[in-house]
């Protein structure tokens, strides 16, 4: 069996177990979906199993395939970390630090952690990216990043990954100072309809959070919607227009600490959720990681008391 499954078998998996698709994880690794398609039956004949279901015209993982998903993804970080790990020696550098943060937290939290990390000089580069929440996550589980900053994932998406809560935050309803809700205390929820909002996309970790919340509130359909997980353009967006943008609380926390955008006084306790350090479940870390992790949750305890 070792010598039927190679690298290729395992990061054509991995891809399309992440896209749900053939032709998407065709088009991410430049190969011809029969190709793709090739290289899985090629795996399931070596394993004896089939790793994939079709669900309606789509596919889906098998529960053989969610087994052998955590196993793989260990796997492919391993060989990346054994990749990372020469390049080091030869360049006589500690190990990097790559980090996956979510907007809740890059704002709020890394800054302040990634100068705290500076200071003790491991000698390891660091890199921090964000992007979607299951983007990271994928990334986290094949060696790409070593540690994701967030919110807790669905269930389905932390197989193979541990979760360490830091603190809880809420999604809010964030609009710029003086937007016309902000004078009327009183306002009905139905009012949001007259507003452009600014949504998590469907991937995004707060959106069943947020989809909960409007549907418990009798706001089935919002006319003018855009999706986004971009915070930059978020905070541009509602600081030029009168538009309201559907946030977790982290993401502008400073700017409300600023004055430059207002909470509008709605009601979001149900939509309270776990912020911490997300790492893959194997417990390999190395030192510059786990000083890293104890400074973002030295900042989290200072961002929690103050």
């Given amino acids: 069996m070792d010598q039927q499954i190679k690298f290729r078998h395992l990061q054509t998996f991995m891809e399309v177990a992440r896209q749900k698709s053939v032709s998407k994880a065709a088009d991410v690794l430049a190969l011809t979906q029969p190709a793709v398609t090739r ?5 399931e004949d070596a394993l004896g199993v089939r790793l994939f279901e079709k669900d309606g015209r789509g596919i889906r993982i098998s529960r053989f395939g969610e087994v052998f998903l955590r196993h793989a993804g260990s796997s492919v970080a391993a060989l990346r970390q054994g990749v990372d790990s020469i390049q080091q020696a030869l360049r006589s ?3 990097p630090v790559r980090i996956g943060a979510l907007p809740t937290v890059s704002a709020r939290i890394m800054p302040d952690a990634v100068a705290q990390f500076l200071k003790e000089n491991t000698g390891s580069p660091i890199t921090v990216v964000t992007g979607d929440n299951s983007v990271l996550l994928e990334q986290l589980r094949t060696g790409a990043l070593d540690l994701v900053v967030g919110r807790l994932a669905p269930p389905e998406m932390m197989i193979g990954l541990s979760f360490e809560p830091l603190y ?3 999604v809010i309803f964030a609009v710029r100072t003086g937007h016309p809700l902000m004078s009327k205390p009183n306002f009905s929820l139905g009012e949001l309809r007259d507003y452009t909002i600014l949504m998590p996309t469907p991937n995004a970790v707060i959106r069943p959070f947020v989809d909960r919340f409007l549907v418990t509130n009798g706001i089935a359909e919002l006319p003018v919607r855009i999706e986004t997980v971009s915070d930059a353009f978020g905070r541009a967006y509602i600081r030029a227009h009168d538009a309201i943008w559907i946030i977790s609380e982290g993401a502008v926390a400073n700017d409300i600490r600023d004055g430059r955008v207002a909470r509008l006084p709605i009601d979001t306790s149900e939509t309270v959720g776990s912020v911490g350090l997300t790492t893959r479940g194997t417990g390999d870390q190395s030192l510059a990681l786990s000083i890293f992790m104890q ?7 200072q961002t929690a008391d103050g």
């Fill in 39 to 43: 290289t899985i039956r090629e795996l």
């Fill in 93 to 95: 550098e500690g190990p």
């Fill in 168 to 170: 809880s935050e809420h």
């Fill in 295 to 301: 400074s973002v949750r030295a900042v989290a305890r």
